[in-house]
């Protein structure tokens, strides 16, 4: 694999990530939980057998990969300017500020869902590091990965059993926001989603370990650029290998701990709980990302996943336009879909959304260099320049 084909890989890896998530999300109808009521039984339980099997291996995990390569992004961005002899930190800050404004558009058709803003956020966490050393990047990555505020509230818990975390009004919120989904006005839909939709989102995230699990996975991206290991080379895939092997080996007890720990006080679940959830969740997600770069080295598999890299290529673009998609065929100022859509038959306009979106990627590929809003999101990031 040659440096172009490291690229590639990365491009495909990132389409795999998005194509995830669009399933997740249809499943979930775009956290529009109204499913059908009078399903016969042989559906129920093909309904549920694709819910445990798209949820368990993606669900937590697909947004992982899109954190882990937005690290890897980064290093790309900062390199190239180095190379210039530039710092690209504060051209960085002002690419986030542009984020929050394509997080915004996101949020408004997708209700308490939207990650961009979380990245948007966290992104801080990768231009206070830009210049600290391998060792710091990787040290840095694996406390927060660790999730060090959930083991301080498990442990101030067993101090003073009367310590609780404190209550962000996650679920008041999620529910004034099915609320307005319901009623169906689209005035009333749109501004309360980039406003109070966002706000639940992003507080959530902090309830579920989102935030310290993203912060750590942006600086494993960039630690995983700075040591090349996108590049192919016997050495890389003795690492790849390794990883794999260690991350399914820890999965099913991690796992196994989560469901036990899950048993005890709310306290507890929500603290040590959170942390061994994400630690399961970041075991498979490293799974998924070993398995896919060490079989991109085969042709015939590089071959079948091809036009992942022209899907990953416009991420940005495809990840937007399938939440206004979702809106459009799930919520009731839409076609009002959601009533009649199983798990199942969510899957299958998933997947079809998927194919149609890699089709006008390929299309709009052959035509210009960049998505429509990759161009956008490069054009005004340079703005001033002439990058």
């Not at 559906?43 to 819910?51: A, E, R, S, T, Y």
């Not at 912060?215 to 290991?229: D, H, T």
């Not at 998933?350 to 960049?370: A, C, D, E, P, Y």
């Amino acid at each position: 694999m040659k440096e172009s084909s490291r690229i590639e890989v990365v491009d495909a890896l990132r389409g795999f990530a998005v194509m995830a998530i669009i399933l997740v999300h249809n499943l979930e109808h775009f956290i529009f939980p109204v499913y059908p009521t009078d399903s016969p039984g042989w559906l129920n339980v093909l309904d549920q057998g694709v819910f445990n099997g798209i949820f368990s291996l993606f669900a937590g995990k697909a947004y992982a990969i899109f954190a882990l390569l937005f690290g890897f992004t980064f290093y790309i961005q900062t390199n190239n300017q180095k190379k210039k002899g530039k710092d690209f930190g504060y051209r960085f800050i002002w690419r986030m500020v542009l984020l929050v404004v394509f997080a915004t558009l996101n949020a408004a058709f997708f209700p308490a869902g939207d990650v961009l803003l979380l990245f948007a956020v966290v992104s801080l966490v990768l231009f206070l590091t830009r210049n600290w050393s391998d060792k710091a990047i990787i040290i840095t990555s694996i406390v927060f990965l660790l999730q060090p505020v959930e083991w301080y509230h498990y442990i101030a818990s067993l101090l003073n059993p009367a310590h609780r975390l404190p209550d962000l009004k996650v679920g008041e919120m999620y529910a004034e926001v099915a609320a307005y989904t319901k009623a169906g006005n689209l005035g009333d839909f749109l501004s309360g989603n980039i406003t109070l939709g966002q706000k639940a989102s992003l507080f959530w995230a902090i309830n579920a370990g989102r935030l310290f699990q993203t912060a750590g996975l942006f600086l494993l991206g960039f630690y995983i650029g700075r040591k090349q290991l996108f590049v192919s080379s016997q050495r890389n895939l003795r690492i790849w290998v390794k990883t794999l092997i260690v991350a399914a080996v820890s999965f099913a007890p991690l796992y196994t701990l989560k469901d036990l720990i899950m048993k005890n006080d709310a306290i507890v679940q929500q603290s040590a709980g959170t942390a061994f959830d994400m630690w399961q969740k970041l075991a498979f997600t490293l799974v998924l990302v070993a398995s896919f770069v060490i079989l991109y080295q085969n042709s015939k598999f590089s071959h079948t996943v091809n036009n992942l890299r022209f899907y990953g290529k416009m991420s940005l673009t495809n990840y937007i336009t399938q939440s206004i998609i979702g809106a459009a065929i799930y919520f009731p100022f839409g076609l009002h879909l959601a009533p009649y859509c199983g798990y199942t038959v969510s899957l299958l306009i998933g997947l079809f959304t998927f194919f149609m979106q890699v089709i006008f990627s390929k299309w709009w590929l052959g035509k210009h260099k960049q998505g429509p809003l990759e161009y956008i999101w490069h054009k005004w990031t340079w703005i001033g320049t002439d990058e």
